[in-house]
């Protein structure tokens, strides 16, 4: 993913998750560069992106 | 001449491991190189002794195991920042196999010069000239096998962010040959090789980088490379000390200026009839955005523009009108609150359950009703408002924008992170500050967030009802700017202290993409309404308590007089008591009073300043007490509601004296 504020392209595994910070749960990941809060992508957001890069592999074959 | 130690680990059943290091500047795309090389596992750890994190990773290239490090940036190998220490540190003791150099070919003449450094040293270095899609658009040309040539070094150019270029580049992995005698040698002027000549001549142990490149950083007073040397050279070291001060007393302080002025004709010499660029140079319309939004001239002017559009006319006049009116007035108040109020009489004979669901506080016609029809619709305007600059990388410039006023207050630049934050949520903005330098800053950034920036959800509310009294909303932002920047002058000044460091390097400005920013309003959105329901559900039950014990009517009237001198209706008082449970949520109870026509502009404006600046929510005070600690968070806590109070009580005696907003 790339940070939202200082443009650093870094896996989301790499952030900075989980400060406790927010009620109900992590759901932000912060930058390990300039700890900027990038918010998570939403599973179900995630899936209709699957769902999508799927299709595409399927129409390319 | 650098030693050639074997570094292969053997791991579990002798499987050779060879390292490749990718170093270069920072923001030129060794992270997605590393990414690209190494897929999905991979470790991150902090460099032993050190807060700097490295990032190993592993990958096959024909049939042989290769880790790659992916060190943290660096602009030069004499260094100055720990994460130029470690990445010089992981080049001296990890010994790679092969250093990956990576550049951004846009700034292939700045960044050149530590490729000379790397090979001056005689480190195994492939040149990636990086981003070149980027440079290929603004009309560069890189004649990147001529490079090679002169170089003597392989070159690939690449585009990693769109995945190009990445086969060549294992392919130079695995095909790398240590040839030594190949290496070329970059001649500086006599008087510079008369100085390295006469130095390196004195050493005479092996080094991982060459006596060369050793004898320049001892002449730039290297501190580590001289304790390396003293290590390695033992009852030599003294001479080559002495030769060192020597050449320093003859040069003073002009050997750095000098070194860098003949590195760059090098590279001058070095890109003659390799980097093409247009005469005229493109000038692309995100550079020239890019260069209006951080110059003081244009920049306060584009940013005033921003918040009109933005903030006014989008969040404050579309969200926190047209949309509240369409759900809040028509779909609660004329449709679905009678409706439910009639099934919930009808189902429930007690009339204190009944108050509870659907009366004066209930949870279903105050608190659902608050959040559903006032604050979601502001919120889902800001956080698109707000997705969108974000999208556009406006953020970084507006850092830099700010940075020197921000200075003056005993911020830096960086403090815009929190700042920005906050007006999305001031709670989570608080627990942002301790990303900063000093604590003095830490300090001063939550005090300013607690006073002075309002939540996203309190400034629509804001905005919207301010809008409806022509001159209200000047003299409310009038106020918090003056209010800002006057509390910040006083914290600074209270708080002494360097003011801290911050440079960054801005990413490109870029049209925002419509999925990103629909994803990033619906993540921010789901989250925080799923945050606030809850909170505003507890809200409703506590005002009920409050209403059948008489406790809240208590409140009220002792609040009263308090109320009424800074010349507000003593229902007013409601809209700070729901403010204390969450901001938003008070800018929301002015809503109503507004609504129901109980204030007027000047009352209106003066219930605005006052509950911006009162006392944060529960949940803010709560980080500013774990962040900052019980007595901080005490002292900030008590100043504010005092500050708020007095501001109130004399922006009420101003307009009252002026006859502003009569």
Not at chain 2, 238 to 267: G, N, Y
Request: proline share 4%; net charge neutral.
């Amino acid at each position: 993913m790339i940070c939202g504020f200082c443009g650093h392209e870094f896996d989301e595994n790499d952030g900075i998750k989980g400060c406790g910070g927010c009620s109900g749960g992590c759901h932000n990941v912060h930058c390990p560069r300039c700890n900027y809060k990038n918010p998570l992508e939403p599973a179900l957001v995630k899936s209709i992106k699957k769902l999508f890069i799927k299709n595409d592999k399927g129409d390319k074959l | 001449m650098a030693t050639s130690s074997s570094n292969t680990e053997t791991s579990k059943g002798s499987v050779e491991v060879k390292r490749v290091a990718l170093v270069g500047n920072p923001n030129v795309g060794k992270s997605v190189l590393f990414n690209a090389l190494t897929g999905a596992y991979v470790t991150v750890s902090n460099y032993p002794g050190t807060s700097v994190e490295v990032t190993r990773g592993n990958t096959t290239i024909e049939q042989q195991e290769w880790q790659v490090i992916d060190t943290p940036g660096m602009y030069s190998i004499h260094t100055i920042t720990e994460e130029e220490r470690v990445a010089r540190e992981i080049l001296l003791k990890e010994t790679p196999d092969v250093v990956l150099h990576v550049l951004d070919a846009r700034n292939l003449e700045r960044m050149l010069a530590m490729t000379i450094q790397l090979i001056e040293a005689e480190l195994p270095v492939v040149l990636v000239v990086n981003i070149m899609d980027e440079a290929e658009r603004i009309g560069l040309k890189i004649d990147l096998e001529l490079l090679s040539q002169r170089l003597g070094i392989p070159v690939i150019g690449a585009a990693t962010a769109r995945k190009r270029g990445i086969e060549e580049i294992r392919l130079a992995i695995s095909d790398y040959r240590c040839d030594s005698n190949n290496s070329k040698r970059f001649a500086y002027s006599r008087l510079l090789e008369h100085d390295i000549t006469e130095v390196a001549g004195l050493m005479q142990a092996d080094y991982v980088l060459s006596r060369r490149a050793l004898a320049l950083l001892l002449l730039q007073q290297d501190e580590e490379i001289s304790a390396l040397v003293q290590q390695s050279e033992g009852d030599r070291y003294p001479i080559v000390a002495e030769k060192v001060r020597e050449i320093a007393f003859k040069r003073r302080e002009s050997f750095h200026l000098d070194l860098s002025m003949e590195r760059k004709e090098i590279v001058r010499k070095l890109i003659k009839q390799v980097f093409f660029a247009p005469e005229k140079r493109v000038v692309t319309l995100s550079e020239r955005l890019s260069t209006i939004a951080v110059r003081p001239l244009t920049g306060v002017p584009l940013l005033l523009i921003v918040l009109y559009f933005g903030l006014y006319k989008f969040v404050g006049e579309f969200g926190a009108g047209t949309v509240v009116d369409v759900l809040e007035g028509k779909l609660f108040e004329e449709l679905f609150n009678p409706w439910i109020t009639g099934v919930v009489k009808g189902l429930v004979p007690w009339e204190i359950i009944q108050e509870l669901i659907v009366g004066e506080y209930g949870i279903i016609t105050l608190g659902i009703r608050y959040a559903v029809g006032i604050i979601l619709p502001i919120v889902a305007t800001f956080f698109i408002f707000f997705s969108f600059l974000e999208d556009t990388g406006y953020f970084p410039r507006l850092a830099l924008l700010v940075d020197r006023m921000f200075k003056h207050i005993g911020m830096s630049g960086r403090a815009v992170i929190p700042m920005v934050l906050g007006f999305g949520c001031d709670t989570m903005a608080t627990m942002v500050t301790r990303t900063l330098e000093t604590t003095r800053e830490r300090v001063i950034a939550t005090l300013l967030l607690a006073l002075a920036i309002p939540c996203s959800a309190q400034l629509g509310v804001i905005l919207g009802l301010l809008s409806m009294a022509p001159g209200a909303l000047l003299v409310w932002g009038v106020c918090m700017l003056l209010l800002f920047i006057l509390v910040g002058l006083l914290a600074a000044q209270v708080m002494p202290g360097e003011p801290p460091m911050f440079y960054m390097e801005l990413p490109p400005m870029r049209m925002p993409q419509f999925t990103n920013v629909l994803t990033k309003t619906y993540t921010r959105m789901q989250w925080y309404f799923m945050e606030i329901l809850p909170l505003f559900i507890i809200a409703s039950v506590l005002l009920w308590l409050g209403k059948v014990t008489g406790f809240f009517e208590k409140l009220i009237t002792a609040m009263t007089p308090v109320m009424a001198s800074i010349g507000l209706p003593k229902e007013t008082a409601v809209a700070f008591i729901f403010g204390f449970f969450r901001r938003d949520y008070g800018a929301a109870g002015l809503y109503d009073l507004q609504s129901k026509g109980l204030m007027d502009a000047r009352q209106l404006t003066v219930a605005a300043v006052t509950l911006t600046l009162f006392i944060p929510c529960v949940a803010q005070f709560l980080v500013m007490k774990n962040e900052r600690g019980w007595l901080t968070a005490s002292a900030i806590g008590i100043f504010v509601s005092l500050f708020a109070y007095g501001s109130g009580f004399v922006l009420n005696k101003f307009l009252l004296l002026t006859g502003l907003l009569a």
